[in-house]
């Protein structure tokens, strides 16, 4: 089955420009995860989305949003775009069996984003 | 304040040998931890967890140990292999669905032929 597909893979903007980015999960996933990827920083958490609505957010300025649509089909948007947002964003879904132990989310690939 | 640390940010093993890649936390509340892999250009797999109620969890060439005690847990694979060169990242979260997975900085392992 295919794994969860994010577009697009890379892209390069300006500082004050705004950019979306795509994400599609595994059939069946209802849960949808955004982490940011920095060096050094790990993965950082921006947002989860379950069922169209957001259920966790992280410490991120209001610039970074998101959104979940019903066929789970999730986006994000960065708006104001700072040179520091230059990052691999990750995106994450998983089934999510109420009592069936770690919540184990399965990444795409990332969209590498540069702000110049 | 990080929640999860992994204080090593590299590692180099021969291959054959075996690498422990440790990690800690500080938050008693989390109910599972896992460990990711990631290549470059690639987004991080998924590898091996284990239950807060469990202190070892094996899978093939790949143990993870957990002292709650210590909030430690350690990734120990053997024998190591080149292709097991990566960034390793530790993971940790409560009950499933109520809390988001929580990750460290990553260790890059090195497995030298």
């Known amino acids: 089955k295919a794994g969860v597909t994010q577009t697009p893979r890379y892209l390069i903007k300006t500082r004050g420009q705004q950019v979306t980015l795509s994400c599609s999960p595994i059939s069946g996933h209802r849960s949808v995860s955004w982490y940011q990827q920095t060096p050094g920083q790990g993965l950082q958490f921006l947002f989860e989305y379950f069922s169209e609505t957001q259920r966790n957010k992280g410490n991120f300025p209001g610039r970074f949003s998101g959104r979940q649509f019903s066929n789970s089909r999730s986006e994000m948007n960065v708006s104001t775009l700072e040179l520091g947002d230059s990052a691999l964003y990750l995106c994450a879904s998983s089934l999510e069996v109420q009592g069936s132990g770690a919540n184990v989310l399965t990444f795409g690939a990332g969209s590498r984003l540069t702000v110049l | 304040d990080q929640q999860v640390k992994q204080n090593s940010p590299s590692l180099s093993v021969q291959e054959g040998r075996i690498s422990i890649l440790n990690c800690d936390y500080t938050?008693?509340?989390?109910?599972?931890f896992l460990w990711y892999k990631k290549y470059p250009a690639e987004g991080p797999t998924f590898l091996i967890s284990?239950?807060?109620?469990?202190d070892k969890n094996e899978d093939g060439r790949f143990t993870v140990f957990l002292n709650k005690s210590a909030k430690h847990l350690s990734l120990h694979i053997v024998p190591s292999q080149p292709g097991d060169s990566a960034v390793y990242f530790c993971a940790a979260s409560g009950r499933s669905g109520n809390t988001p997975l929580v990750f460290g900085k990553g260790t890059r392992l090195s497995v030298i032929a």
């Open positions: 284990i239950s807060s109620i469990k």
């Open positions: 938050n008693s509340m989390f109910d599972y």
